[in-house]
């Protein structure tokens, strides 16, 4: 497996959109653990929440080893027309929207996505910092770092279709107990996918199933 080249992002864009870190490895070393049973699923759409680079999208559509159409959103201009690119760069066709979420698209992929991927802004910041479409969408969550993930946790049961799975990149502060407990009250199981700790944050990846 190789991670996505990205050499054709500059320093200057990194400093108006994510640069890769420990989170968004821990999300492709995820995705790679995860892909024996994805391969099996078969999916055929995948939705990217707050692409980035879109390193995850690229690393998944490069790796599932057969077509699949991803679609890939942010709030962040610049990180919609470098998304376009990481794809190009690595062979992969991408599909990236800037929008708020997923504005615009959730009633067309009402029980369409098969893979729902969402590395959020999950640091715990005052919740002014939280609603640019700069650098610091990339980071600021909120109030428990959750203010972000929280407006997308009523989304994910109308997009996940029968077999599909959502994966989302979490911290400790985020209470990820809790967050499996919303979800299980919208009949979806919780497991945790890789943690790790990288500096003070303590990260996990977590999966969702009906
Ligand atoms: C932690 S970064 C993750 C980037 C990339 N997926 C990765 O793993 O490296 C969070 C991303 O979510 C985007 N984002 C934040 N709020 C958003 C919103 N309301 N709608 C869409 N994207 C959003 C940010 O612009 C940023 O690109």
Known sequence: MSTPD?????????????????????????????????????????????????????????????????ICTDINPRAVSITKTTGLKNNVSLEPIRTDLVSGLAERLRKRADVLLFNPPYVVTPSQEVGSNGIEASWAGGEDGREVINRVLPL??????????????????????????????AGLTMTTVLSRRSGPEFLSVLKFTR
């Open 6 to 70: 990205i050499s054709h992002i500059s320093s200057d864009d990194f400093s108006h959109i994510y640069e890769p870190a420990e989170d968004s490895f821990l999300f492709l070393d995820a995705i790679e653990n995860e892909l024996p049973t994805l391969k099996t699923l078969r999916p055929q759409i995948c939705l990217e929440i707050g692409a980035g680079s879109g390193i995850v999208s690229t690393f998944l559509a490069k790796e599932i080893g057969f077509p699949i159409f991803c």
């Open 156 to 185: 994910v049961p109308q997009l996940l279709s029968d077999t599909g799975i959502f994966y989302m990149v979490v911290i400790k502060e985020n209470k990820p107990e809790e967050i499996g407990s919303i979800l299980g009250t």
